[in-house]
């Protein structure tokens, strides 16, 4: 089961933003395709909302003139799935939450509606940037290693991971192959494009260390890292986290909070969208070489994946990808 988390951005209602991660996600990550997707929408609170203490709310707080835009994202969104015509959406339902949980207590919320013993977790700010290692092969990793509980995939961040924990806590990161897959094991859960087992998650929250408003690479990842610094890597079976270690970074995260689509950008004198127009060529010719082999094959089975492409980076003026996390 796929697991997408949305929430309040600039760009609302504009769909692009999740639109153009749905679509990254089915032609770099081949086998998604077929997976139920469950879109959860956060909730939210207002910049003019305040505790008992009469102090503002912290976490995800928009404007009240802003709420209308973000409902109206939410019926668009709902609107795609209804239509049955947009790929990225196959097999999607809408999961919207009353309240604002945090991506953390979204999670738990959207697991609920899981039957799966696999999940991937996605975010609407990161997509897939260029070919990344199918489902299929994760899954089948997942079934037959039962220590292995959660597979990250590369983002440019991680590339020195292994430096660094050298560094910062003189832990020596040794990369194992497992099922012909080479991974290195991940000392902190990070929230980033990952496929892990349901079990694992619902570890995760049995921890108590994931709250309200809160990202679980800030709260439990923090108390994994400093356990396994303490106690050392006879610590870590008991998480099992590893980084897909083939030195191929396919994740990129856009700024949501800053993001902007073409209309968006064309009324305040931005440049277009780089990258975007990019998978857009890319989506053109996956769906043409999907009509021809469904066409051939009599329309069973999933379209294979293009080439390897790689994907530049846009900075500034609404569009900015960053890879800290």
Not at 54 to 62: E, L, Q, T
Not at 186 to 210: C, N, P, Q
Not at 232 to 238: C, I, L, Q
């Amino acid at each position: 089961t796929l697991i997408m988390a949305t929430s309040p951005v600039k760009s609302n209602p504009s769909t692009v933003l999740l639109k153009h991660t749905m679509d990254s996600i089915r032609v770099y990550c081949k086998g998604t395709y077929k997976l139920r997707k469950i879109i959860v929408c956060d909730g939210y609170s207002t910049t003019e909302e305040k505790n008992q203490k009469g102090v503002a709310r912290k976490g995800r707080r928009i404007a009240e003139d802003k709420v209308a835009d973000y409902k109206e994202y939410i019926r668009r969104v709902q609107e795609l799935i209804e239509q049955k015509e947009d790929p990225a959406f196959h097999k999607a339902e809408t999961l919207v939450l009353p309240k604002l949980h945090g991506f953390g207590l979204a999670m738990k919320e959207a697991l609920k509606l899981v039957k799966t013993p696999y999940v991937f977790v996605a975010q609407h700010d990161r997509c897939f940037s260029t070919k990344a290692t199918g489902l299929d092969t994760l899954v089948q990793l997942l079934e037959k290693e039962p220590l292995v509980r959660y597979v990250g995939y590369l983002t440019h961040r991680q590339l020195n991971y292994a430096s660094r924990m050298m560094s910062q806590h003189q832990l020596k990161v040794n990369p194992v192959r497992k099922q012909g897959v080479l991974l290195a094991p991940l000392i902190h859960f990070l929230d980033s494009m990952h496929v892990a087992r349901v079990s694992f998650w619902k570890y995760m929250f049995e921890t108590g260390t994931i709250k309200v408003r809160s990202f679980p690479e800030h709260t439990f990842g923090n108390v994994q890292r400093w356990d396994i610094v303490k106690n050392g890597w006879k610590a870590f079976e008991k998480y099992g986290t590893y980084l897909l270690w083939d030195a191929n970074v396919c994740v990129k995260h856009i700024n949501g909070r800053t993001f902007l689509d073409t209309v968006q950008r064309q009324r305040r004198g931005f440049p277009a969208l780089g990258p975007f127009a990019e998978l857009e060529d890319k989506l053109k010719e996956h769906d043409k070489l999907s009509r021809s082999v469904m066409h051939t094959e009599g329309g069973k089975g999933e379209m294979p994946k293009d080439k390897e492409t790689h994907q530049t980076s846009n900075e500034d003026n609404g569009t900015v990808m960053d890879d800290e996390r």
